[in-house]
T-cell receptor, first 110, second 113 residues
Framework: TQLLEQSPQFLSIQEGENLTVYCNSSSVFSSLQWYRQEPGEGPVLLVTVVTGGEVKKLKRLTFQFGDARKDSSLHITAAQPGDTGLYLC??????????FGTGTSLTVIP | KAGVTQTPRYLIKTRGQQVTLSCSPISGHRSVSWYQQTPGQGLQFLFEYFSETQRNKGNFPGRFSGRQFSNSRSEMNVSTLELGDSALYLCASNVGRANYGYTFGSGTRLTVV
């Protein structure tokens, strides 16, 4: 099993604050994806990173893939209530197998 | 284009019964994966079908089965339902390479009483 551990597991912050979610593994992945899931819905793909050290920005969200392609981070600037949800990282190994992380539940309080 | 469609959205079944869930992937997507999501266990992989063949399988008992049709639509069946099978069942489709990411349906909420 190629375990992807996310931290923190739960996060509750005030609107306007910044936050970082981490996704760590001892395994190397060919790519790393981030999804956001809202209650009662399926996860929605936010971004895919494929190159070690790659940084991608999506408005107030910044995603980084670790140099060794074993970890990733998601940074949100000036969080808004609409950012509330479950954030999931997912790794793809060289065998095209797909593994979800343990998830981070984010609540942004207005 | 239309997204991934799962039916039904909600289902209540009694212990011992069986249930069939349906998933219609995005047009052109040949891979369909199924996941079980519960508060305690998170997202757990059930199986993946590609071109009507099961390509990968998770660690679930044989009561959980699936199939894919020639039009890529997929069904998942759970026999002899147990209370612990209560969960959100999610279907995801993909062109066939995991690196391209998955599009998920809204899920079927199964409650076993």
């Amino acid at each position: 099993t190629q375990l992807l551990e996310q931290s923190p597991q739960f996060l509750s912050i005030q609107e306007g604050e910044n936050l970082t979610v981490y996704c760590n593994s001892s395994s190397v992945f060919s790519s790393l994806q981030w999804y956001r899931q809202e209650p009662g819905e399926g996860p929605v793909l936010l971004v895919t990173v494929v190159t070690g050290g790659e940084v991608k920005k999506l408005k107030r969200l910044t995603f980084q893939f670790g140099d060794a392609r074993k970890d990733s981070s998601l940074h949100i600037t000036a969080a808004q209530p609409g950012d509330t949800g479950l954030y999931l990282c997912a790794g793809v190994n060289t065998g095209n197998q797909f593994y979800f992380g343990t998830g981070t539940s984010l609540t942004v309080i207005p | 284009k239309a997204g991934v469609t799962q039916t039904p959205r909600y289902l209540i079944k009694t212990r011992g019964q069986q249930v069939t869930l349906s998933c219609s992937p995005i047009s052109g997507h040949r891979s369909v994966s199924w996941y079980q999501q519960t508060p305690g266990q998170g997202l757990q992989f059930l199986f993946e079908y590609f071109s009507e063949t099961q390509r990968n399988k998770g660690n679930f008992p044989g009561r959980f089965s699936g199939r894919q049709f020639s039009n890529s639509r997929s069904e998942m069946n759970v026999s002899t339902l147990e209370l612990g099978d209560s969960a959100l069942y999610l279907c995801a489709s993909n062109v066939g390479r995991a690196n391209y990411g998955y599009t998920f349906g809204s899920g079927t909420r199964l409650t076993v009483v």
